[in-house]
């Protein structure tokens, strides 16, 4: 597990933009747009309300610096809190992109996480932004695939934490032990059960978004090199 943990881990920190295939980039670009415009309707989803509500609540009101919230124009909020309202807004009404191969809804969680960390930085180059994206969706998908087995827990919150957390240490860029340490922290916070998917629960969206919320908290943990284990 470990030896796997490291190898995801260099993969993510090794990725750049220019190097990429012109396709990949392009699908990239496509995704990206696709997935703003979903979070945005998302907005006007199911319980959309209570969750900024709740959310803003958490992180102590809007703010004047922190993540913006996706259909929300003046609302800003804390980065996990940020992360968490856009990864429910853009899961809400599951018109998000799907990785048929890997049972999950990558962009969700970490669009939603990279944004908020994007919006509390200095600077944020737009090649480390997208490098950060595919990062992210590449753990995922790889996670996702690897696993034979039939769904025992909910794929798009247990697996979209570790590649949120591949994407931020890749927008961060992190060096490989504090992006292991975080990995540490995402395996104590994964969570999402089956149930809310058999009975068609809007909890399905808030384990999304609980995975993209803990990925930051868990990224700031290890940069303030709490110890993961």
């Not at 995801?8 to 990206?32: K, M």
């Not at 969706?137 to 690897?146: N, P, R, S």
């Amino acid at each position: 597990m470990e030896d796997a943990s490291a190898r995801l881990i260099a993969h993510a920190l090794a990725i750049e933009w220019q190097a990429l295939p012109v396709a990949t980039r392009l699908r990239t670009l496509e995704f990206l747009g696709d997935t703003l415009a979903v979070g945005v309707a998302g907005r006007k989803a199911a319980y959309a309300d209570a969750v900024l509500a709740s959310a803003s609540l958490w992180a102590g009101g809007s703010q004047s610096h922190g993540g913006f919230v996706l259909g929300a124009p003046g609302i800003r909020l804390s980065a996990p809190y940020a992360a968490y309202v856009n990864a429910y807004q853009i899961h809400a009404q599951e018109y998000d992109c799907v990785h048929e191969p890997a049972v999950a809804h990558p962009m969700a969680t970490v669009l939603a996480a990279i944004m908020a960390e994007a919006a509390r930085s200095d600077a944020c180059h737009g090649a480390d932004f997208l490098s950060a994206l595919v990062a992210g969706v590449d753990v995922v998908a790889t996670l996702g695939i690897a696993a034979k087995g039939p769904l025992k827990f909910f794929r798009p919150a247990t697996v979209g934490i570790f590649g949120c957390v591949a994407a931020l240490a890749r927008l961060r860029r992190l060096d490989p032990q504090t992006a292991r340490n975080a990995f540490g922290y995402a395996l104590a916070y994964a969570s999402g059960t089956m149930q809310a998917h058999v009975e068609g629960k809007p909890t399905l969206a808030l384990q999304v978004a609980g995975a993209a919320r803990s990925a930051v908290e868990a990224v700031d943990l290890a940069v303030r090199a709490c110890p993961a284990r």
